[in-house]
């Protein structure tokens, strides 16, 4: 059977809308992968209009792209928020999609760290009250007695980036630390000189709280009216987080009440806020939403959305994709040629078969073992299914198409493989009528390889153009005679490779062309050569 399968191919990226201010660092960087369009301050109708053509949207905190503006943007591949918090994008809607969601978590942190300690030094010593007081004309001391930090014990409510440096410029402080975050480990905030305990131990203990945790869910009043009752009287607030985790009324009746001494806030849960009582209390400090707001902040944070955005434009692996398999930095070098093999191997595994997927097994074999292959594990689900599904797949949506589809996923390791290989990936896909299928590839020097079909062992790297698969009986003259038919349709060859269970036994060619072959030629070659079968596939 002959089959040639032809790649889901995309116009090449041409327009990159930035709908929020970005430095003209990352403009520049945009710029020299595509056409790059500046609008702000958009109304939904115009953002909907100007994205149905748009492969690309870079937005702050100000832009929101609900569901509405996603389906109405059918060529959008990534969505790129220069900072941290994604809470105005709808980040489910993008993942049905198969669109990247990526961030710049790293850009920002020092930013909003320095800011937090700005605003708890600022309300305890009562900076901004008393600088209203001089600049009014008056002189009044003994109105604005504040508090040390010496002493004192601060709780950190999440431990991530932003409050392990809040943790580490408070230690010069001479203060407790403690902390609470059920994604880290005691042993991590013990470097960070953090005691961890559960949040509500850290509610009543804690005479100063700060927040740094996104707005999830799980997080939305995370501070609510019964955490209020649980916190010591007199305790000071501080959020630089996201206005969403505390609820601001029952803020409003704790300070009231005096439960809460002064609260320090950054963020709001509507901005610009509309609270009056909150506004107008004088045990409040307020700051328009400036944590990241500093000048290196903003660059920063533009040349990190912008080489997020442009690395999956490009099809490469993205460090900080809020909605996809992410790879660390320190696991960066190793897994990426893997992810390149991976995808390779599963779009290689969907032309040489042509029955309904039932299941896909995937043994990982030698140092890989050992890592978290999350992402390899979509690279060949989204290379199976790239012709066979009818949405746009990526490693984004990979794993959701896949079990929509009720396609078995089994993973195995082996440190040990029984190829002589440091690093082997194996896929065995199953089809409903009893058809197994086996391929195995490593990545040598970075490139792929393919290096098993079924049991025969060959070497061919997959780096594009065509391969032409066929199987023989080992004899003199088949290659040859292969050859010269190709020769005579004008078809160069690039490499060969043979791969035999016995001499004169069962043998797998594969021989890479420059050309496609057509189907007069094909037929030539089935009709006038010895061999069992032959499938030709684009790589």
């Known amino acids: 059977m002959y089959r040639v399968l032809q790649a889901n191919t995309i ?86 999609r198969g669109i990247v969601v990526v961030n710049a978590p790293t850009a920002v942190v020092v930013a909003a760290a320095e800011h937090t300690l700005a605003l708890l030094l600022a309300l305890c010593r009562r900076i901004p009250q008393a600088h209203r007081s001089v600049a009014e004309g008056r002189w009044e001391r003994h109105r604005f007695i504040g508090t040390e930090l010496r002493g004192k014990t601060i709780g950190i409510i999440g431990l991530g980036n932003i409050g392990a440096e809040v943790a580490r410029r408070l230690a010069a402080f001479d203060v407790h630390l403690i902390g609470s975050d059920p994604y880290v480990t005691s042993e991590y905030a013990a470097r960070l000189g953090v005691q961890l305990m559960p949040l509500d131990d850290l509610l009543a203990t804690a005479d100063i709280i700060t927040l740094h945790v996104p707005l999830t869910p799980s997080t939305r009043h995370l501070l609510g009216e019964e955490q209020f009752r649980r916190m010591k009287p ?217 290096v098993r079909v079924d049991r025969y062992h060959v070497d061919v790297v997959l780096n594009g153009g065509y391969l032409f698969f066929v199987r023989h009986t080992d004899q003199p003259g088949v290659v040859g005679k292969i050859g010269t038919l190709l020769g005579a349709g004008d078809v160069n060859i690039s490499a060969m490779q043979v791969g035999r269970l016995r001499p004169r036994g069962d043998a797998m060619m594969i021989l890479a062309v420059d050309e496609a072959i057509s189907d007069e030629l094909f037929q030539r070659i089935l009709s006038e050569t010895p061999i069992h079968a032959a499938r030709l596939v684009q790589l």
């Open 234 to 450: 007199g305790v000071r607030i501080i959020n630089c987080a996201r206005g969403g985790v505390i609820d601001e009324n029952a803020l409003v009746r704790s300070l009231e009440s005096g439960r809460v001494a002064g609260a320090a806030l950054d963020v709001f849960a509507e901005e610009p806020p509309t609270n009056r009582a909150l506004l107008e209390s004088d045990r409040v400090v307020l700051t328009p939403h400036l944590g990241a707001s500093t000048s290196e902040a903003q660059v920063a944070a533009s040349i990190e959305v912008a080489q997020q955005v442009i690395a999956v434009l490009r099809g490469e692996p993205v460090r900080y994709a809020v909605n996809a398999p992410a790879i660390l930095p320190e696991s960066l070098s190793t897994l990426a040629p893997y992810v390149t093999l991976g995808e390779k191997l599963g779009y290689l595994m969907a032309q040489l078969i042509d029955r309904p997927l039932q299941s896909i097994e995937i043994t990982y074999g030698g140092q890989i073992a050992d890592m978290d292959t999350t992402v390899v594990k979509s690279a060949i689900v989204k290379g199976l299914l790239r012709t066979a599904v009818p949405e746009h797949v990526n490693l984004v949506n990979a794993l959701l198409l896949a079990q929509s589809r009720r396609i078995q996923i089994i993973e195995s390791r082996c440190s040990n493989p029984q190829e002589n290989f440091a690093n082997l990936i194996s896929l065995r896909i199953g089809a409903a009528d009893g058809f197994v299928q086996e391929l195995a590839g490593a990545a040598i020097n970075d490139e792929p390889h393919l």
């Open 11 to 96: 116009a090449a990226p041409s327009r990159i809308l930035v709908a929020d201010p970005i430095a003209a660092d990352g403009i520049r960087a945009l710029e020299e992968y595509g056409d790059v369009i500046i609008r702000h301050g958009l109304s939904t109708a115009d953002l909907r209009e100007i994205l149905a053509d748009c492969v690309a949207l870079i937005v702050r905190s100000q832009t929101r792209v609900t569901r509405e503006v996603i389906e109405a943007a059918p060529r959008l591949r990534v969505i790129g928020r220069a900072g941290i918090g994604t809470d105005n994008i709808d980040v489910e809607a993008a993942s049905r």
